[in-house]
T-cell receptor
Framework: GENVEQHPSTLSVQEGDSAVIKCTYS??????FPWYKQELGKRPQLIID?????GEKKDQRIAVTLNKTAKHFSLHITETQPEDSAVYFC????????????FGKGTHLIIQP | DSGVTQTPKHLITATGQRVTLRCSPR?????VYWYQQSLDQGLQFLIQ???????AKGNILERFSAQQFPDLHSELNLSSLELGDSALYFC?????????????FGPGTRLTVT
């Protein structure tokens, strides 16, 4: 089945700096890659997604890039703010028979004031 | 607020017991997905229902089962509970049964098995 690796597991950046979280996936048939933000004790919240026919997508301070050849995708957050502190999960949809999302292990993003 | 509701918020029960978790999808969404989140396993897909029918299975144990009712709400039944079943259980809904549509998560049910 699909396997999604996510790095780093913890990322600490100064407020105002940029943060980048990277994921790789194993199944070249995967075609949908969402990113979720989860605050402590809360639900995962979809923040941005990208489909395999697109190389980059941007929404204000958040952008996602996809490299299908290398099978990796990244989340970029610019001008980080304290409210960006959370755990971020990447995910991929797997064409192996299951329609659910396969998630990475998560990145704990810490914004230092 | 995603529009997906789950009850109860918290559940504490003993080993060997059976519990039922309930999920109501966003208005108009036909697909319901169930996920389990634990510290050691992360977020794992369990099962999907689309318009009342089982659509896909993930890492769901045989002791677990689910169904989706005509009004589209879904229930996840967990039986013969073990300590390792303690986790956060989320449902998510989507407007489509296709793999590349957005899934919106509910607030989750925290299950503690003692």
């Amino acid at each position: 089945g699909e396997n999604v690796e996510q790095h780093p597991s913890t990322l600490s950046v100064q407020e105002g700096d940029s943060a980048v979280i990277k994921c790789t996936y194993s199944d070249s048939a995967s075609n949908y890659f969402p990113w979720y933000k989860q605050e402590l004790g809360k639900r995962p919240q979809l923040i941005i997604d990208i489909r395999s026919n697109v190389g980059e997508k941007k929404d204000q301070r958040i952008a996602v890039t996809l490299n299908k050849t290398a099978k990796h995708f990244s989340l970029h957050i610019t001008e980080t703010q304290p409210e960006d502190s959370a755990v971020y999960f990447c995910a991929a949809s797997w064409f192996g028979g299951a329609d659910g999302l396969t998630f990475g292990k998560g990145t704990h993003l810490i914004i230092q004031p | 607020d995603s529009g997906v509701t789950q009850t109860p918020k918290h559940l504490i029960t003993a080993t060997g017991q059976r519990v039922t978790l309930r999920c109501s999808p966003r208005s108009g969404d036909l697909s319901v997905y169930w996920y389990q989140q634990s510290l050691d396993q992360g977020l794992q897909f369990l099962i999907q229902y689309y318009n009342g029918e089982e659509r896909a299975k993930g890492n769901i144990l045989e002791r677990f089962s689910a169904q989706q009712f005509p009004d589209l709400h879904s229930e996840l039944n967990l039986s013969s509970l073990e300590l390792g079943d303690s986790a956060l259980y989320f449902c998510a809904s989507s407007s489509s049964g296709l793999r590349d549509y957005e899934q919106y998560f509910g607030p989750g049910t925290r299950l503690t098995v003692t």
